[in-house]
């Protein structure tokens, strides 16, 4: 299996500009979540799709974040416009998850080291 | 609401020394625990998995025993090698009300080991 695949691995760019990340999920997985990790805040959980349909984006840090997941295997995260202050490392994940194979493990892509200058 | 737990780093140990990393965690159902890893440069990896009380997970020389009545998941290894300084989480994956799955991460913890 390929496994979580995110694009671009590193990111840098000035504030202002808009930042788009990309991610496939493996094939067969039905859930996608994005995470920020910082130093200072660790790993956050920003949105969790199921199905393609957004579940829970109360992590998602103000308007200038959208998020999108078109078709099963592909999604985007949306900065614009971007802020030093999002500087960090961005990781897409994702699992298969029913009522009958509950709590299956994240499998997570290697994620996207954003700069925002 | 739910909630993990786990000690603070950095946890600096030399080569072939025990190590255990704490976490505990709360939950109002019956919550699946993981222990996942995280190399510099890489996203985090699943080490090992329990889904019930007293269930063993293991992997690569790791152990954690899901405990129901300490609401622990304690990770340990009998001795540790350089290569795995990484850092630790631990987490919880449970099932909400509206039939989706919520999933909580600890801090995570810095093992440093030192040849």
């Known amino acids: 299996d390929a496994g979580v695949i995110q694009s671009p691995r590193h990111e840098v760019t000035e504030m202002g500009q808009e930042v788009t990340l990309r991610c496939k999920p493996i094939?067969?997985?039905?859930?996608l979540f994005w995470y920020r990790q910082t130093m200072m805040r660790g790993l956050e959980l920003l949105i969790y799709?199921?199905?393609?349909?957004?579940?829970?984006d109360s992590g998602m840090p103000e308007d200038r974040f959208s998020a999108k997941m078109p078709n099963a295997s592909f999604s985007t995260l949306k900065i614009q416009p971007s802020e030093p202050r999002d500087s960090a490392v961005y990781f897409c994940?994702?699992?298969?998850?029913?009522?009958?194979?509950?709590?299956?493990?994240?499998?997570f892509g290697d994620g996207t080291r954003l700069s925002i200058l | 609401g739910d909630s993990v737990t786990q000690m603070e780093g950095p946890v600096t140990l030399s080569e072939e020394a025990f190590l255990t990393i704490n976490c505990t965690y709360t939950?109002?159902?019956?919550?699946?625990l993981f222990w996942y890893v995280q190399y510099p440069g890489e996203g985090l990896q699943l080490l090992l998995k329990?889904?019930?009380?007293?269930d063993k997970g293991s992997n690569k020389g790791f152990e954690a025993t899901y405990r129901k009545e300490t609401t622990s998941f304690h990770l340990e290894k009998g001795s540790v090698q350089v290569s795995d300084s990484a850092v630790y989480f631990c987490?919880?994956?449970?099932?909400?009300?509206?039939?989706?799955?919520?999933?909580?991460f600890g801090t995570g913890t810095r093992l440093k080991v030192l040849a």
């Open positions: 994940a994702s699992s298969f998850e029913d009522r009958v194979y509950s709590n299956q493990p994240q499998h």
């Open positions: 094939s067969g997985h039905n859930s």
């Open positions: 799709f199921n199905n393609n349909v957004p579940i829970d």
């Open positions: 939950a109002t159902g019956y919550p699946s």
């Open positions: 329990a889904t019930k009380a007293d």
């Open positions: 987490a919880l994956g449970t099932s909400t009300t509206s039939g989706t799955y919520k999933y909580i």
